[in-house]
Nanobody, 121 residues
Framework: QVQVMESGGGLVQPGDSLGLTCTTS????????MAWYRQALGSQRELVARISSAGDTKYRDSVKGRFTISKHSANNTWSLEMTSLKPEDTAVYYC???????????????WGQGTQVTVSS
């Protein structure tokens, strides 16, 4: 069974940088895309950044130029480097994997449990 796990959250001050990492366990036949979502208190979960297996990236407008998503294919992990953090970036950050776990299987989505990022002075 595939599991994804986030690490690296914490409390930082405005303007600081922080990195998040997502690791996977279990057998994966093919990864289609990896992504980071976030959910602030009282808000809906929203896409932060996504990277395809080919390396194509997509970012929400509010994080463009500040956040960078990257993948590490050798060990099926991906990361989110966040710079110039703002209080409005405060949220629980979730990693999401879109993958096929067996040959001829259908793709499915897998969520991590989330890691808190708090930006406050």
């Amino acid at each position: 069974q595939v599991q994804v796990m986030e690490s690296g959250g914490g409390l930082v001050q405005p303007g600081d940088s922080l990195g998040l990492t997502c690791t996977t366990s279990g057998t994966i036949w093919k990864i289609l895309s990896m992504a980071w979502y976030r959910q602030a208190l009282g808000s809906q979960r929203e896409l932060v950044a996504r990277i395809s297996s080919a390396g194509d990236t997509k970012y929400r407008d509010s994080v463009k130029g500040r956040f960078t998503i990257s993948k590490h294919s050798a060990n099926n992990t991906w990361s989110l480097e966040m710079t110039s953090l703002k209080p409005e970036d405060t949220a629980v950050y979730y990693c999401y994997l879109n993958a096929i776990v067996r040959e001829y299987g259908l793709n499915d989505g897998y969520w991590g449990q989330g890691t808190q990022v708090t930006v406050s002075s």
